[in-house]
């Protein structure tokens, strides 16, 4: 049975259609999931994309995260549905505290759009089971707001706890804390980052196929997955 | 009716880099004594019945504020700040 991965559109998403795509190209169902209905649809992985949710009105991702949808989404994150959060959607998931810390305004106010080099530092997530460990990959990075901050302890844990999924690597586009460009929960099944890796699937739009590994670790780590 | 402020700032720990841009420009306006400029949001709300502190706390620290990085205040607005 193909696998069905949902994208939520907020109002405001801008990348829902590039996750979609890069979806279907990793050879999964895509599901279009809206804010305002709280049915999941039966899928078996949901990916919040990019963009600007609700305007980005008073903090990235504050109203997104009370959107009936994202009820849902937080409850069956809770209960191990893997959640990859990406740019916007990774701000969602700091604010619905699915993940640790927060998003801020980069350190030096520009909005970064560029093609950006990671590290893949953890691979025994839902959705980056597929690399090496270590692997440097070349994926779009595009934002105002991705510095990650958090405090020390939590910032030692997800270090010492191997948390930390990817860090910059060849420069920091924003002056995240320790270079990081995304992080996991516990359990690895919620994976926020804050680069686009939804645009580096196909060679004629985007500067690698690098991004299409989080999409084969999905369905990896579905197939895998107790049903 | 009074209104409840609520003041949200970004905790002392997390660089405010508007804060700094407008700290940097200030010597353009001939300003040079300025050390620290920090940027924060007042946010003001109108209860349809009578102003209640505790229920603005519970929205500042659900919505209004991310306490992973901001601090807010909650008060009544004096009088002269309300609407006549």
Redesign the interface.
Same mark, same amino acid.
């Given at each position: 049975m193909t696998a069905r991965i949902g994208v939520v559109t907020f109002p405001g998403s801008l990348d829902d259609r590039d996750a979609a795509r890069a979806v279907r190209i990793a050879g999964a169902e895509a599901v279009s999931l809206w804010h305002d209905d709280p049915s999941l649809h039966g899928v078996d992985a949901v990916v919040l994309p990019g963009g600007f949710s609700y305007g980005d009105y008073?903090?990235c991702g504050?109203?997104a995260r009370?959107a009936p949808v994202m009820e849902t989404i937080a409850a069956g994150a809770r209960d191990g549905l893997p959640v990859l959060g990406i740019c916007n959607g990774f701000q969602i998931l700091?604010?619905a505290h699915l993940l640790? =810390?927060?998003l801020?305004?980069?350190?030096?106010?520009h909005f970064r759009n560029r093609d950006q080099w990671l590290r893949i530092e953890s691979v025994g997530t839902a959705w980056t089971n597929t690399y090496q460990p270590g692997q440097e990959i070349l994926i779009p990075v595009k934002n105002g707001e991705g510095?990650y901050?958090?405090d020390q302890r939590t910032l030692d844990e997800l270090e010492a706890t191997g948390r930390i999924v990817a860090r910059y690597v060849h420069g920091n586009p924003n =002056?995240s804390q320790r270079d990081i460009a995304g992080i996991t929960n516990e359990a690895g099944n919620v994976v926020g980052l804050m680069p686009h890796p939804e645009h580096a699937v196909e060679a004629l739009t985007g500067p690698s196929l690098d991004g299409l590994g989080f999409f084969t670790s999905i369905l990896k780590h579905l197939v895998g997955a107790p049903v | 009716m009074p209104r409840v402020v609520v003041d949200v700032m970004l905790k002392p720990e997390i660089l405010d880099p508007q804060g700094q841009a407008v700290a940097n420009a200030l010597p353009r306006l001939g300003v040079t004594d300025v050390s620290s400029v920090r940027i924060g949001r007042r946010i003001e709300i109108e209860f349809s019945g009578q102003p209640d502190l505790d229920r603005a706390r519970e929205i500042a620290d659900k919505l209004l504020a991310n306490p992973v990085i901001e601090d807010y205040s909650v008060r009544l607005a004096d009088a002269e700040e309300s609407p006549a």
């Amino acid at each position: 049975m193909t696998a069905r991965i949902g994208v939520v559109t907020f109002p405001g998403s801008l990348d829902d259609r590039d996750a979609a795509r890069a979806v279907r190209i990793a050879g999964a169902e895509a599901v279009s999931l809206w804010h305002d209905d709280p049915s999941l649809h039966g899928v078996d992985a949901v990916v919040l994309p990019g963009g600007f949710s609700y305007g980005d009105y008073l903090r990235c991702g504050a109203i997104a995260r009370f959107a009936p949808v994202m009820e849902t989404i937080a409850a069956g994150a809770r209960d191990g549905l893997p959640v990859l959060g990406i740019c916007n959607g990774f701000q969602i998931l700091c604010e619905a505290h699915l993940l640790p =810390g927060a998003l801020t305004r980069n350190a030096h106010l520009h909005f970064r759009n560029r093609d950006q080099w990671l590290r893949i530092e953890s691979v025994g997530t839902a959705w980056t089971n597929t690399y090496q460990p270590g692997q440097e990959i070349l994926i779009p990075v595009k934002n105002g707001e991705g510095r990650y901050v958090a405090d020390q302890r939590t910032l030692d844990e997800l270090e010492a706890t191997g948390r930390i999924v990817a860090r910059y690597v060849h420069g920091n586009p924003n =002056g995240s804390q320790r270079d990081i460009a995304g992080i996991t929960n516990e359990a690895g099944n919620v994976v926020g980052l804050m680069p686009h890796p939804e645009h580096a699937v196909e060679a004629l739009t985007g500067p690698s196929l690098d991004g299409l590994g989080f999409f084969t670790s999905i369905l990896k780590h579905l197939v895998g997955a107790p049903v | 009716m009074p209104r409840v402020v609520v003041d949200v700032m970004l905790k002392p720990e997390i660089l405010d880099p508007q804060g700094q841009a407008v700290a940097n420009a200030l010597p353009r306006l001939g300003v040079t004594d300025v050390s620290s400029v920090r940027i924060g949001r007042r946010i003001e709300i109108e209860f349809s019945g009578q102003p209640d502190l505790d229920r603005a706390r519970e929205i500042a620290d659900k919505l209004l504020a991310n306490p992973v990085i901001e601090d807010y205040s909650v008060r009544l607005a004096d009088a002269e700040e309300s609407p006549a």
